[in-house]
């Protein structure tokens, strides 16, 4: 009986021990391939890597890698489809299966709004150097203000155009979401904010990144210049012309980078570092690719590798000087851009010379070419255009338009072009299509314009006031979030 | 020489005898009941540790023993133990022994967690497979052998291929977004099936040699499961390994050799056929009337031809097949002709088999012992797919002193499987490849080398699957425990327990360069450990007072520690062809490696009472903390309730003579579901790609404290019963379980940066019924017949969904709608084919004909559950003769073949083609069921492609009947072996999966993707289920 007891007061201590060692036992299993929130925002290593994802992200995204810079000129008059190829043909013809295809990212950009979000206000104070924190803040100010800029444009109006649809005054935009969402009560449904509401907002963050970023050159990231070159889209988009003028000429200034004034330098721009980069995504090839995680989603095999689907329309061609440096440098036979994969002798049935366009052409590994994303060039037709307009005087802009002309050896502006503010504007326009095909520009020109959106024939494919100019959410988000108002036109969910 | 040595040998011991003055004890065991004798009962002398088994006429003879007294004990299953007393001296003592009948299966000992329980107390429902039940049944598989034998539990082939898993569901779907298989329990071992290879389909199971299984017990219900607490939702399955007795050494071995085939060969047209169907596809699209004659509409050709002959249309077409396939490399190249390849044949062929089982087993009073080691190759049907197991069991018992004991059960195994890839349409795994592979393809040039031209070119080309890729997956496990039992008094002991699950998986590919040119070939290594843990204690006490008051119960702590790690490697480009290691590439493209685990720590209870074995009662509670849940809702409690009348105890049914026994029992109880990822609920930063030489952290998943269980409640209704003097015994259970908590995705606005949180929103339910019939037919001293039967009814239906929506409403065939069961299949209804053109026709929705059905044409057609399954056997015996017949059925699911349907029914991708188009339509009038020949695609001038618009005419009923089993034995008489020195010579022959009675025109009618297929109506290319025939020897000494 003694020993019993003895026994039983063994086995109570044990299972006494046994609970306590229980409880704290389950507490610290941790995952070897993740961290915590807490973890990751209190260790130089974790901010890092935060830093570094917002980064993946942009580079890892179709939106805003090939569908951003080729998407805009599929779906309007810059590049068409190779017969027996299928990709962007949603975006040519304006068509697709679940509605009409468009340029909306939304998922995505709110992925790198929540990156953005977190370095913008979670880090704490003294986990890295103030100056690296500031670094941060500043290029993530910048890249939340590209990004919004990009939504606003697709699923808005300008300012100034939002009676250009079927509905007058639609002025909504998207949500601004400035807040990190680091746990579900941060989910919250949000209503869209109006345009002009975006427009402050990007324009706030840009006037805080200029500051943090100033002196900042390295153009992988976001430098001081990108922040001017944002402003200066922002503020073309938005009708402010002295500023956009002001804005572009800081950009080329603070950017350091010259305009590339020989053939064979504009010939091999986009194929090492682009000298006249302001913003570029350097890619590894052996580790990275563009687009996610796929390289057969990349900028060359949408337009001049492997499946050679997207090819210059004659339009495009047409509006060259034959001596243009651009014209021998930028495009080339589709058979010998080619590398591998489907036969591209159908290319002649796009444009006469059966022509690629060759800015992407895989130039830094198999399929993958650095992704560049703002260059000054763009500035130079920002500063020359909203030069003009602001002093209403096609002479006031043709100054810059000059300068990148020559550089391209393109000749003068035509004495017509020069008469009016519509016929300069029209010349800008031809300049920003030379200068800029395939670098995501054209359906956004001819939107912000007010102008209607061309096919490859030149034929009107959507008129200005349609309501296919801006993009849809869809039902399934409108499902998600009651308090998202649809664009007009589209389906409404029935919920 | 050697005989006189022998002879004198002899002499001396026969001496000795005398000189010991031994006597013998000889008589004849009957049953009681029937005067019949008994043969094979067990005859024990424990004094001495003699024992012997009675002949096949209930015979005994124990010679030897010296005299004294003794206690003989006569043992028979099915029967009462009998210890008798005897006194033997130098003479012959007669001895025999009338053993009683039980009430069959009251008194036998069910294992129901972390106790043995009287079948005669159980209050919960629980089905049970004995090694009696399987002793003649080749099963590679632990999880084959409850198919058809337990009621209530589904058991799936997911792939024909040696050594796959089974997907194993215990009274229904329980769940949609954390699908669990049961909890497997090996000796106490609880199984983690995690962290298994990613070449080839296996389950851990494969650890354990049928031939080890003692039994088999399924925990079906909440009130037997909740001793498991969060970890039994799925149900709870028990696997004991067979242990040694007391008595002399016993030997067994076991030797079976076998023969594995194709259970089923498809029917597929051959190349003439083909080239028929495709020049009056041709024929109809160029316009021809097939009720006219025509003159040839090619240049150059003037014949003219009857109505129906397209022959110039067919001879246009077999100059495409030559160009495109290429001539029969056989044929002359002046005059060359179109092959026509059997790929069934080139791809499946018979495989042997060789199993080799030795055990040892016996003991003293103090220690038992049991030894085994088994040795299985098993050759599967396609290409060189092959399983081979070799595994060392070890188990010891040893009682230390009166009051302590200790146990020790080891089991170590190797399985390689040398596998292909299996599921799925993929064109490099020999089931689609039978089917994607066109009979004017074949594999080899008339040089030998390997044809190009095969459907996807040269690296898929079969042959070039068969001989330049190998897929090889090497499993070692270990599962092992450690016991102490110590007896605190009489009625009260305590058990320490310390066990492990270890399991290392290595997963190795290599693919020549002809079959990876891309890479110049490669080799991937992948390794994976699990190293699952355990340590229980458990304080077990019995007692009685006043003679009918018997209470006894556990309480219990348990703590389990699961760490699984993978590494994984790649090389590219291959040296040459010597060499098949990593070393032999040059360019190393992977290194991956990570780790994960989760902790499961627990306490339990299971108190019972019972009142003069008239009256039981009994609780069960576990309380289970687990690392997986969010803080807040890390710990959980698991109750169950139940309780049993034995009705035929009661004073008042006396005089009821038909009925022997009589027992109802109702149970109600909780159990927890906790498959979900092991940091589900946390907050992360997780890796996720580089940027400029960076690694890049981003926030994945939100933490979610709530996160918790997914829980079930389950009511459970039981009789068992037995008649006619116990020869007809049975039990009946209904039961409704309802699944609620359950994991869902709820989604979050987009803008938030996240897609979903999961939460516990979504409710199942489980009505059920289930029967299991077993009965003794005819009897007497030669001749035995006995049946059995089982059946499960069970319905499913989804009661609650996130925000009370349905999920995919109009998809065909994985929407989740509210009072809708899980499976549900919506398609458009077939229509049938126009008899005028050929085409073919659906109904829209309001029942009119149309041709281009629409989404809302579609209508509530069928499932992909079960309604119905079981099975049923007979066993016929005639002295040591046995023949036992084992079917087992599934009635009332349905399933869309897709790969059959998408590939094999019209020759878009010029595919191998089912013989169902040789009924197309072919003239006006016609009336059948396949449309119009069509060259491929969209051939119908408004009409839906008949190969991708799928309708009723789309989707089989999976029901079947299979014989799975039939076995013949012979015992060979004791007198012609005992002189020999042994005990028992068992010679058999076994076939499974023999013949398949359904309406299913493809392989196999077992419609389980895999192990967590909720959905069950798809079926995509699969290794198709194998017909296995085996003889063998069984000796025992």
């Known amino acids: 009986m003694k020993k019993s007891m003895i026994l039983k007061k063994v086995m109570l201590v044990l299972l006494v021990a046994g609970f306590t060692a229980c409880t704290e036992i389950l507490e610290d299993v941790e995952p070897s391939t993740a961290i915590s929130f807490e973890t990751a925002l209190s260790t130089p290593a974790g901010i890092n890597g935060l830093r570094t994802s917002m980064y993946d992200k942009v580079l890892g995204n179709f939106g805003y890698t090939t569908q951003y810079l080729i998407g805009p000129g599929a779906l309007a008059d810059e590049t068409f489809n190779r017969p027996g190829s299928t990709r962007f043909q949603g975006l040519n013809n304006a068509v697709g299966t679940s509605g009409t295809a468009h340029l909306g990212v939304f998922g995505a950009s709110f992925d790198i709004i929540q990156d953005a979000n977190i370095i913008i206000n979670e880090i704490p104070d003294d986990v890295i150097s103030d100056e690296l924190r500031e670094q941060y803040r500043g290029e993530a100010l910048a890249i939340r203000a590209y990004v919004y800029h990009n939504m606003a444009r697709t699923y808005g109006y300008e300012p100034g155009n939002t009676s250009n649809g079927p509905e007058a005054n639609w002025n909504l935009a998207v949500m601004i979401r400035e807040d990190a969402t680091l746990d579900v009560s941060d989910a919250v449904e949000l209503p869209r904010n109006t345009v002009a509401e975006v427009y402050t907002f990007i324009r706030e963050d840009l006037a805080e990144a200029k500051t943090l970023l100033a002196g900042r050159t390295d153009n992988r990231y976001p430098t001081e210049a990108l922040v001017d070159a944002i402003r200066a889209r922002v503020e073309l988009y938005a009708g402010n012309w002295s500023a956009a003028s002001t804005a572009a000429q800081a950009a080329i200034t603070n950017s350091g980078a010259s305009l590339v004034s020989t053939e064979a330098g504009v010939g091999t721009m986009f194929k090492g570092p682009n000298s006249e980069a302001i913003w570029e995504l350097d890619v590894n090839p052996s580790t990275e690719a563009i687009a996610g995680s796929n390289v057969n989603s990349g900028l060359a095999a949408y337009t001049s590798d492997q499946w050679v689907a997207q090819i210059p329309t004659q339009l495009v061609l047409d509006r060259y000087d034959a001596a243009d440096y651009r014209l021998s440098g930028w495009f080339e036979s589709c058979l010998t851009a080619q590398t591998t994969g489907a036969t591209a002798s159908t290319c002649g049935s796009v444009n006469s010379a059966a022509a690629a366009l060759t800015k992407w052409n895989g130039w830094k590994g198999n399929l993958v070419d650095d992704v560049t994303l703002v260059r000054i060039s763009e500035m130079y037709l920002i500063w020359a255009e909203a030069a003009a307009k602001a002093a209403n005087s096609p002479a006031a802009g043709n100054g810059p338009l000059t300068t990148l002309k020559t550089a391209r050896n393109a000749g003068t502006t035509p004495a017509a072009a020069l008469v009016s503010i519509t016929a300069f504007e029209d010349e800008i326009l031809d300049e920003r299509v030379r200068e800029l095909v395939g670098e995501g520009h054209r359906f956004w020109d001819l939107k912000r314009l007010g102008r209607n959106i061309l096919d490859n024939t030149g034929d009107i494919k959507m008129r200005a006031d349609a309501y296919r100019i801006l993009a849809p959410f869809g039902t399934g988000e409108q499902n998600i979030n009651s308090l998202l108002v649809e664009n007009p036109g589209y389906a409404v969910s029935s919920n | ?1037």
């Open chain 2, 1 to 1037: 020489m050697f005989k006189k040595l022998l002879s004198m040998l002899l002499y001396v011991m026969v001496i000795s005898i005398g000189i010991n003055a031994q006597g013998v004890i000889y008589g004849t065991v009957t049953d009681a009941g029937t005067g019949e004798t008994i043969p094979g009962a067990t005859v024990l002398i424990e004094e001495i540790n003699r024992g012997i088994a009675t002949d096949a006429d209930g015979k005994y003879r124990l010679t030897g023993v010296p005299s004294g007294d003794y206690k003989v004990t006569f043992s028979f299953v099915g029967f009462k133990s009998l210890t008798l007393d005897v006194q033997v001296g130098s003479s012959e003592v007669l001895l025999n022994a009338n053993l009683e009948a039980t009430a069959i299966g009251l008194d036998e000992l069910v294992v129901s967690g972390y106790a043995i329980t009287p079948k005669r107390e159980l209050t919960g429902s629980i089905s049970s497979v004995t090694s009696k039940d399987i002793q003649d049944v080749s099963l590679q598989n632990t999880q084959s052998i409850l198919q058809g034998r337990a009621a209530g539990v589904t058991v799936s082939a997911t792939s024909g291929n040696p050594g796959a898993a089974f997907k194993v569901q215990i009274r229904g779907n329980g769940s949609i977004n954390a699908v669990s298989e049961p909890l497997y329990i090996v000796d106490g071992v609880q199984i983690d099936l995690g962290n298994t290879s990613g070449l080839t389909s296996t389950t851990p199971l494969n650890a354990i040699n049928p031939n080890d299984i003692e039994s088999l017990e399924v925990l079906k219900d909440a009130a037997a499961a909740a001793i498991y607490g969060s970890q039994a939702a799925s149900g709870v399955v028990i696997i004991t390994t067979k242990s040694g007795t007391s008595g002399a050494t016993r030997v067994n071995a076991k030797v079976e050799r076998g023969v594995r085939s194709l259970a089923r060969n498809v029917d597929y047209i051959n190349s003439d056929q083909y080239v028929e169907y495709m020049g009056e596809a041709s024929a109809l699209n160029f316009g021809i009337d097939p009720t006219e004659g025509y003159t040839s509409p090619f240049a150059g050709d003037t014949r003219t031809f009857e109505a129906g002959d397209y022959t110039p249309f067919e001879e246009d077409y077999r100059s495409f097949f030559l160009s495109f396939f290429g001539a029969d490399p056989d044929s002359d190249p002046a005059n060359p002709t179109l092959t026509n390849t059997d790929w069934q044949d080139f791809i499946f062929s018979e495989g042997i088999t060789e199993k080799y089982d030795l055990s040892v087993s016996g003991g003293n009073q103090t220690t038992r012992y049991y030894l085994s080691g088994g040795f299985e190759d098993t050759e599967g049907t396609a290409y060189g797919s092959d399983f081979v197991r070799t595994n060392i069991r070890t188990r010891l018992d040893h009682q230390i002193n009166s009051d302590l004991s200790t146990g020790m059960n080891i089991s170590v195994s190797r399985a390689t499987q040398f596998g292909v890839c299996q599921d799925g349409n993929f064109i490099n795994c020999p089931p689609s490849q039978a089917m994607f592979e066109a009979p004017m393809s074949f594999p080899y040039l008339a040089d030998g080398s390997y044809n190009p031209n095969t459907r996807f070119g040269l690296s898929t080309n079969p042959a070039v699957v068969d001989n330049e890729v190998d897929r090889n997956v090497v499993v070692s496990q270990v599962i092992g425990s450690a016991n102490f039992l110590y007896k605190i008094n009489d009625w009260l002991n305590a058990k320490v327990t310390a066990s492990v699950d270890y399991r290392n998986t290595q997963d190795e590919q290599y693919r020549s360069a002809i079959a990876a040119p891309t890479q110049n070939g490669f080799i991937t290594f992948a390794n994976r450990n699990l190293l699952n843990t355990q340590t229980n204690i458990v304080v077990n006490g019995v007692r009685t007072f006043d003679e009918v008051h018997n209470v006894s119960g556990l309480v219990g702590a348990e703590y389990k520690r699961v760490y699984s790690e993978t590494q994984a490697t790649r090389g590219d480009n291959i040296s040459g062809p010597f060499f098949s290691v990593l070393n032999s590439t040059s360019t190393p493209i992977t290194a991956a490696g990570s780790n994960t685990e989760y902790r499961v720590g627990s306490y339990f209870t299971n108190l019972k009472y019972n009142y003069d074995s008239k009256y039981f009662f009994s609780f069960t509670g576990r309380y289970d903390g687990h690392s997986r849940f969010g803080a807040d809702e890390r710990w959980a409690f698991f109750p169950s309730v139940s309780g049993a009348w034995q009705v035929s105890e009661e004073s008042f049914f006396d005089g009821v003579d038909v009925l022997d026994d009589l027992k109802l029992r109702v149970g109600y109880g909780q159990t927890g579901n906790s498959a979900i990822g092991n940091f589900n609920s946390l907050g992360l930063f997780s890796i996720a790609g580089t940027y400029d030489g960076s690694t890049a952290i981003a926030p994945t998943q939100l933490a979610n404290g709530a996160l918790t269980w997914e829980q079930k409640n389950e009511i459970n209704v039981g009789l068992d019963f037995a008649m006619f003097n116990n020869r007809f015994r049975g039990s009946v259970d209904v039961y409704q379980q309802q699944s609620d908590n359950l994991l869902f995705g709820r989604p979050l606005p987009t803008d938030s940066g996240f897609g979903s949180i999961t939460e516990n929103i979504g409710k199942i339910q489980n009505e059920g019924l289930e029967l299991e019939l077993s009965s003794t037919n005819y009897t007497n001293r030669d001749f035995n017949w006995t049946s059995r039967f089982n059946i499960a009814f069970v319905r499913n239906e989804i009661l609650e969904l996130p925000e009370g929506e349905d999920i995919g409403p109009s998809s065909s065939f994985q929407s989740l709608q509210i009072g809708k069961p899980i499976g549900l299949i919506q398609v458009p209804r077939w229509a049938g084919v126009n008899p005028a053109d050929g085409r073919p026709m659906w109904l829209d929705q309001n029942g009119e004909i149309t041709y281009t059905p629409e989404t809302e044409d579609q209508v509530e057609y069928k499932d992909g559950n079960a309604d119905a399954v079981g099975g049923f056997g007979n066993t016929l015996s005639y002295k040591g003769l046995s023949l036992d017949a084992f079917f087992q059925f599934s009635f009332g699911q349905w399933a869309f073949p897709s790969t059959d349907y998408y590939f094999t029914r019209t020759p878009d991708f010029l595919m191998n083609l089912t013989t169902e188009v040789l009924d197309r339509w072919q003239t006006p009038g016609d009336l059948t069921h396949y449309p119009r020949a069509i060259e491929g695609g969209n051939d119908y001038a408004e009409t839906d492609n008949y190969r991708v618009t799928v309708g009723t005419q789309s989707i089989y009923n999976a029901s079947y009947i299979r014989l799975k089993n039939v076995s013949l034995s012979y015992n060979l008489p004791t007198s012609l072996i005992s002189n020999l020195g042994i005990r028992n010579v068992r010679l058999y022959a076994s076939a499974i999966n023999l013949a398949t009675w359904t309406a299913w025109p493809y392989y196999d009618p077992e419609v389980a993707f895999s192990p967590f297929d909720i959905y069950t109506n798809v079926t995509t290319a699969s290794y198709p289920t194998e017909k296995q025939i085996y003889g063998g020897i069984d000796i025992s000494f």
